[in-house]
């Protein structure tokens, strides 16, 4: 399903090609633009990062979104020709 940004209307989410994906732990989500991360993300920040994942809880300002995961386009590109 094609999702619009939260934070911007004209642009598509990652979610809408599948190269993203939302994951948390306990029982709060952290919201966009809020500086903190539950201990589950941040475990797996390195493991995703190896496989070529960014982590929106290192994005700036507004965009910080330690739930989000999101495949570089790097990745993407090496997928697609191999
Ligand atoms: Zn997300």
Request: net charge positive; with cysteine.
């Amino acid at each position: 399903m094609f999702r619009h940004k939260r934070n911007n209307r004209n642009s598509f989410s990652n979610h809408s090609w599948g190269t993203a994906i939302d994951l948390f732990f306990g029982t709060d989500v952290v919201p966009q633009g809020v500086r903190k991360t539950d201990r589950g993300c941040l475990l797996l920040v390195p493991f995703l990062n190896a496989k070529g994942y960014h982590w929106g809880g290192g994005f700036t300002g507004s965009s910080v979104d330690s739930m989000h995961f999101e495949l570089s386009k790097e990745t993407i590109e090496r997928e697609i020709h191999s």
